[in-house]
């Protein structure tokens, strides 16, 4: 049994900055991919950004360069730094884990407001 636990959403300015974090717990696993994605008000959910087992990163065109994804295996936890956050980053923020055998877990989502 695999649990994702997400936290770290919020209110925060243009120009501010969050951390995200998703830890997995329970079942003994081997994680591949861990990525997050992000749906707006009246949108499709998107990836926003990826990491494989090795490291390599993937990120959506428009956080490319504010936004860092990275893990830390041993808590089995990844992260998503943001900054330089504007208005349209606004969404729902989910957590995406792809494990070995078990497959695919989302979290919970947790909400960024990014507002004056």
């Known amino acids: 049994q695999v649990q994702l636990v997400e936290s770290g959403g919020g209110l925060v300015q243009p120009g501010g900055s969050l951390n995200l974090s998703c830890a997995a717990s329970?079942?003994?696993?081997?994680?591949?991919?861990m990525a997050w994605y992000r749906q707006a008000p009246g949108k499709q959910r998107d990836l926003v950004a990826s990491i494989s087992r090795g490291g390599t990163t993937n990120y959506a065109d428009s956080v490319r360069g504010r936004f860092t994804v990275s893990r830390d295996n041993a808590k089995n936890t990844q992260y998503l730094q943001m900054n330089s956050l504007k208005p349209e980053d606004t969404a729902v923020y989910y957590c995406?884990?792809?494990?070995?055998?078990?497959?695919?877990?989302w979290g919970q989502g947790t909400q960024v407001t990014v507002s004056s």
């Open positions: 329970g079942t003994i696993f081997s994680i591949n991919t």
């Open positions: 995406n884990v792809v494990f070995s055998v078990l497959g695919t877990y």
